[in-house]
Each structure stands twice: as structure tokens, then as C-alpha cells.
């Protein structure tokens, strides 16, 4: 197994009040597997999404990635274990503006002493994987809206991370872009084994994965295998 959640919950305090974001939530997710993860606001799926990112930890219970027990790790420990196991693909792309293609895609390299000869081929490579060879230059204000996503997955990729955490990859996408960029994913699933778990509100999105987990109320309410687009 590469994730597994024992029992972990997650408790805020607004004021006096506390929060029970997550409670008890025990969930296994194998290498290889393309997960789509759905509830309405306030259910616990972008809390469960920080957790199992590394960029929070649980009230209490445990959480395993790939062996490890993050759950017991420190800030510095977490940040480490996310930049070589985890890649993030979000809604606003999070690109600079000012900043090459081929530069943004270098950037989780910058952490990890690795030299620039070796970073700009590795970034080539991630950007030829997302159909952008010729465009490691353009800036994002000289790309498109899918164009600017796809950059941002070349980014998650080129630490060769074998997850990635997709939290509304399509929200800023018209149908047809969104589209292409589900079936990058539904590739990168299917060729390089990539876990893909990403968070959506769309079902239409969600039919592209292979398993649907829902939440409500901070618990896992549903977990269900779907016949897939890939």
C-alpha cells in the first residue's frame, strides 16, 4: 500500500468552539491508483487532502505514506518527505508570472542540490510528457489556460514523485480543456503509474478516475470503484 490513514482526525478551534474536521477516517490507497475524492464544503475532503499532502497532521491517529509515519514527523521532516514523494496540481496553476515555462518546472528541483544542466533536462523531458516540447520558454501570460495547468503537471512530475494531489485541477478550465487535461492524467495513470488523487466537485470529472471516495461531516460516507474513462 503507498497511503494509509488509521483512524486520523483532525480538530480546530474557532474561538472556544472546536471544529471536528475529520473524525476516525481509515482509508488504503495503492500504488497505481487514480482517486477522485468529492463532498460538499465543509465535508473534511480538503482537510483530508492537507494530511495526507504533508501539510498538516492529524489530531490523532496515523498516518503511513509509502511506510513512513508522517504523522509523527516535524515540519522540516514533512517538507522532505512531500518534495520527493508528492506532487500538487492546483485550481489557480500557481505558475510565476514572469517566469519561463521550462523555469517554473525547475523549481521543486531548486531544494534538492540538484545541478542546472541536469534540471533543464529534466524539466524538458516533464514538459514533452504534457505535449509542450517548443514551449519551454513562453511565459504563462503566452499560454493558455490548459496550457498554464499543464505546466503546473510538469512541475508535479519532474521529482519523479510517484503521487500526485490534484485539488480542482479543472475549476478554472472550459469543458473542453478540462477534458484534455483529465485524459493527461487518465495517461500518466495508465503509462507511468502515477497514483493520481485529486479533488473535485464536478461528477462529470470524477467518472474519469477509478474510485470515488465522498465525504460528509468530516467522515468517509462512500468509497466505490468507477468503470473510468481510461
Do not use: W
Not at 509509502?66 to 506532487?87: E, M, P, T
Not at 519523479?160 to 479543472?170: G, S
Amino acid at each position: 500500500m503507498l497511503i494509509e490513514t488509521r483512524q486520523i482526525s483532525k480538530v480546530y478551534t474557532l474561538g472556544d468552539v472546536p471544529v471536528n474536521a475529520l473524525k476516525d477516517v481509515s482509508i488504503v490507497i495503492d500504488k497505481g491508483e487514480f482517486v477522485a475524492i468529492m463532498g460538499p464544503s465543509g465535508s473534511g475532503k480538503s482537510s483530508f487532502m492537507n494530511l495526507i499532502g504533508c501539510l498538516d497532521t492529524p489530531t490523532s491517529g496515523q498516518y503511513l505514506l509509502d511506510g513512513i509515519d508522517v504523522s509523527k514527523l516535524g515540519r522540516d521532516g514533512r517538507s522532505a518527505v512531500r518534495n520527493k514523494k508528492i506532487g500538487f496540481v492546483f485550481q489557480g496553476f500557481n505558475l510565476l508570472s514572469r517566469t519561463s515555462a521550462i523555469e517554473n518546472v525547475e523549481l521543486p528541483m531548486t531544494y534538492s542540490n540538484i545541478p542546472a544542466k541536469e534540471r533543464k533536462q529534466r524539466s524538458s523531458h516533464a514538459l514533452s510528457l504534457v505535449g509542450l516540447s517548443g514551449r519551454e520558454h513562453h511565459n504563462p501570460n503566452q499560454l493558455s489556460g490548459g496550457q498554464q495547468q499543464r505546466v503546473a503537471i510538469a512541475r508535479a512530475l519532474v521529482n519523479n514523485a510517484p503521487i500526485i494531489l490534484a485539488d480542482e485541477p479543472t475549476g478554472n478550465l472550459d469543458t473542453a480543456t478540462s477534458k484534455e487535461i483529465m485524459e493527461l492524467f487518465v495517461r500518466l495513470n495508465n503509462e507511468s503509474g502515477i497514483t493520481v488523487i485529486l479533488v473535485t466537485h464536478e461528477p462529470d470529472i470524477a467518472t474519469y478516475s477509478k474510485r470515488l471516495i465522498r465525504f460528509s461531516d468530516g467522515c468517509v460516507v462512500s468509497d466505490t470503484s468507477v468503470s473510468g474513462m481510461g
